[in-house]
């Protein structure tokens, strides 16, 4: 797991399950561009305890959901960096309802976010990679993408999603030493799962075989697997990191 001299992309990449994919990178010899949409202090704050890596963090603010930002992003990291190795598609936005009460917002928002995002970014890097003739692209999509669970309609649909993108653009590109998998996580414990009720918490945990919930680590671990040159011969799969869920 050395990526030396690999420069990697990871949005949302500043906190829960894409703070430790980020850190994985960084501690293997990644530098990564770690992005974030909202908050500048927690931004910040996780520069800093990342300050042993020195210029290979490299921040930037942008929302993946907007064409023209990721346009944007995309054109000033050709000023700094000759080539791009790996993707990771990690942004990702929760509002959960039930469908009858959802509103037209909290449906637009995650589809933006999850699926149109996912879209915005591989489009724009598969432009670069296929110059290299390499590239990685790994999508974090969600179990509840194949279960669904109540409330998660819109969530669902979007990883639902990532997954079928991830088949067709696969195929697009694998002669060009380009793959495209995607990680389906369980429950993670992480602050995107902090606000469920304590009960409710309980009994998601007696639904997984394992009776806990997954390290954020244990996520990152499949990520960079499916990054390294271990997996050149896996692409349009998913790895479910669920505790058998």
């Known amino acids: 797991m050395n990526f030396k001299d690999q420069v990697v992309i990871v949005t949302g990449g500043t906190r829960g399950i894409g703070r430790g994919i980020t850190e994985a990178f960084l501690k293997n010899g990644a530098t990564v561009i770690a992005t974030y949409v909202g908050n500048d202090e927690r931004a910040n704050a996780f520069k800093d305890e990342m300050s042993s890596y020195g210029d290979r963090l490299d921040l930037r603010k942008f929302d993946v959901s907007d064409s023209g930002e990721v346009i944007d992003f995309y054109t000033s ?5 000759p080539s791009i190795h790996i993707l990771v598609n990690n942004s990702g936005v929760r509002k959960d309802s ?30 670069r990679f296929m110059k290299n003739r390499f590239g990685r692209i790994i999508n974090i999509s969600s179990i509840g993408g194949s279960i669904g669970l109540p409330g998660q309609a819109n ?3 979007t990883k639902a999603g990532v997954v079928a993108m991830s088949k067709s653009l696969a195929k697009e590109v694998a002669k060009k030493g380009i793959t495209v998998n995607n990680v389906c ?16 918490v309980k009994e998601y945990k ?5 009776k806990r919930f997954g390290k954020v680590e244990e996520v990152a ?19 479910d990191i669920t505790g058998g869920l």
Not at 77 to 81: E, K, R
């Open 77 to 81: 990291l050709d000023v700094t960096y």
């Open 98 to 127: 039930l469908m009858a009460t959802m509103g037209d917002d909290m449906w637009s928002r995650v589809i933006d976010v999850n699926l149109t995002g996912t879209f915005n970014m591989s489009k724009h890097a598969i432009m």
């Open 155 to 157: 969530y669902a649909a």
């Open 185 to 200: 996580p369980g429950f993670i414990d992480t602050e995107l799962i902090a606000d469920l009720p304590e009960d409710q």
């Open 206 to 210: 007696k639904q997984v075989p394992m």
């Open 221 to 239: 671990d499949a990520v960079l697997f499916l990054a390294s040159s271990k997996a050149s011969y896996i692409t349009a799969s998913s790895l």
